[in-house]
C-alpha cells in the first residue's frame, strides 16, 4: 500500500519571497553603510587638519610666519591614510590648510581646508556645517 507522506521543506515561491525580502532590505542599507565609511574616513582628514592648525599656531609663535608641512614637522598623509594633508598657502599672516581624499571618493565633501581664522571649507556638494 502506498503512503502519501508529505514532504518537509520550502517551495520555490517561499524561498522567492524571502530572497526578495532580503534583497529590499539590503538596497535600504547598503547606502547607510557607504555613507557611514565615508563619514568615518572624514574625521581622519578633520583630525589631520585641526593637527596642521595646532602645528601651525605653535610654529607662527616661535617665527615670524607660518609654515610649510615639512616646517611644522606634519606628514603629508593623515593618519589612518585616507587624505593628503597640504598647505597651499602660508604668509606671515596667512595660511591654508587643505585634506584631499586619497583612498575613497567623498563627492559630498570634497577635499576639506581650514585657514588661520578657523575658517573651515568644502569643495564638495554639502555644506560645510555637513561635512564638518
Known amino acids: 500500500m502506498y503512503t502519501l507522506r508529505r514532504s518537509a521543506g ?3 515561491m517561499e524561498l522567492m519571497i524571502v530572497v526578495a525580502i532580503i534583497g529590499i532590505l539590503a538596497s535600504i ?5 557607504t555613507d557611514y565609511v565615508i563619514r568615518s574616513k572624514r574625521s581622519d582628514g578633520k583630525a589631520a587638519l585641526l593637527q596642521a592648525q595646532l602645528a601651525q599656531e605653535k ?6 610666519t607660518y609654515g610649510t608641512l615639512a616646517q611644522i614637522n606634519i606628514s603629508a598623509t593623515s593618519a589612518e591614510g585616507y587624505y593628503t594633508v597640504a598647505v597651499p598657502t602660508n ?3 596667512t595660511y ?3 585634506a584631499t ?3 575613497f571618493t567623498d563627492a559630498a565633501c570634497g577635499i576639506l581646508g ?3 581664522a578657523t575658517t573651515k571649507t568644502v569643495t564638495g556638494t554639502n ?3 555637513n561635512c564638518w
Do not use: E, H, K
Open 10 to 12: 520550502f517551495t520555490l
Open 29 to 33: 542599507a547598503y547606502p547607510s553603510y
Open 59 to 64: 610654529y607662527r609663535a616661535n617665527n615670524i
Open 91 to 93: 604668509t606671515a599672516t
Open 96 to 98: 591654508t590648510v587643505t
Open 101 to 103: 581624499p586619497r583612498t
Open 114 to 116: 581650514v585657514d588661520q
Open 127 to 129: 555644506s560645510v556645517a
